[in-house]
């Protein structure tokens, strides 16, 4: 039996934390980067920045209120809402299809957590000081040919993750939020600050926020979409089971919009901190998954007392990496834990194991399996593939679908407190904006 009545977060500030626990994370700082390199810079930027406002905060804020009426997890809270709406119980199917996406991201995610936790201990044997960008480059293609250290790493990452769950812990871990996202976003901010004397800062400028409009094609606006999903935790449950703990008076709007600043600032500070490196240096923008790896130790490397902002900088990335991996654990480990005999540590285990032994498969697609393709994408881009831009905003979808055509119109504008005109706003936006702008970009993409 699911738990019917459960503690509430101490305050506004707790949930803010936790939920930015989960959002920021490897999203910002590896992913979305790499993505704008890989989609041809401002045009990707522009149609993400969309995707967020009219897509992704909307979402946010339906899976919260789903989370918060149901006031249990995704599965049963959309089963028992869609219940007690007349409607049948196939509403569970889309909790579920959340929970096998955070299991499917995980599974690739702590492989670059572990790519993370290398470069931290690396940068203590100061590996990146003083060498130029050939180096530099050999070194990440060094770790990537190699599936004995890619599979320690990750093997680590996953230790700590199931740690952590294991133990319940996750909750403590909200005051070191507090500490060291500021200091990620100083050290990014150091980073920005580097990158302006470069040289190659309006070019980055110009590389980021310059459209390109002819750009835009239904490729583009799928990757940015799914990446607008990523980064905000949409699509999976997880923001549903975070609003189950949410108190009435907590004005969820006003929290979204936080959170999605926040996110969405820390992503762009990270391409500002990137690209002059990458134009200084002359590399390819569209470098890939590699892209943060083959550039910021360039950075640290020249500044002085770089070794040392280099490792403290992973040691953040990795921290960040692992709020986000302990959420994205969570739901697989409740669901096993719902439907079997096991304890939550048991549970924790069968589950993190079965993530780990994935994700071994996903770090050999980087060398010996590089040549096993689904449907022509290997297996780390499959997984990506098949989550960011298939499962998350199919699952969001029908949350959003189920917030504007479902539920009660105006007990809705009422819980969020809205006025005439916001109430139409958010009307259009749940009704149709989103949920036809989702719609377009998987028949146009297809
Ligand atoms: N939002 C996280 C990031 O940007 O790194 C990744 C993530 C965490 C995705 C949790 C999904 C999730 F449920
Ligand atoms: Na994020």
Redesign the pocket.
Known sequence: MAKQLHAQWSSRLTFILAVTG???????I???PYMVGDSGGAAFVLVYLACIALVGLPILVSEWLIGRRGQKNPINTMTELARQNGRSSAWGVVGLSGVL??FL?LSF?SVIGGWSLSYTVNSIGGTFTGQDADTIGELFNGLLASPGVLLAWHSLFMVLVIGIVARGVTKGLEGAVRTMMPALGLLLLVLVGYGMTTGHFGETLGFMFNPDLGAVDGGVVLAAMGQA????????G??MAYGSYLGEKVDLLRTARTVVIL?TVIALVAGLAIFPIVFANGLDPSAGPGLIFVTLPLAFGSLSGGALLGLIFFLLLTF??LT??I??LE?TVEFIEERTPLSRVGATLVGGIATWALGIAALLSFNVWGDFLILGLGIFDFLDTLTSKFM?PLTGLAAILFVGWRLDRHSVSNELGLGRTGAIVWHLLTRFVAPIGVIIVFVTSL
């Open positions: 989960s959002a920021v994370g490897l999203g910002n590896w992913k979305f996406a955070g991201i995610y999903f990523f980064t905000l935790s949409l699509g999976m997880i923001m996110d960040a990496a986000s991996a959420s994205l739901p998350l």
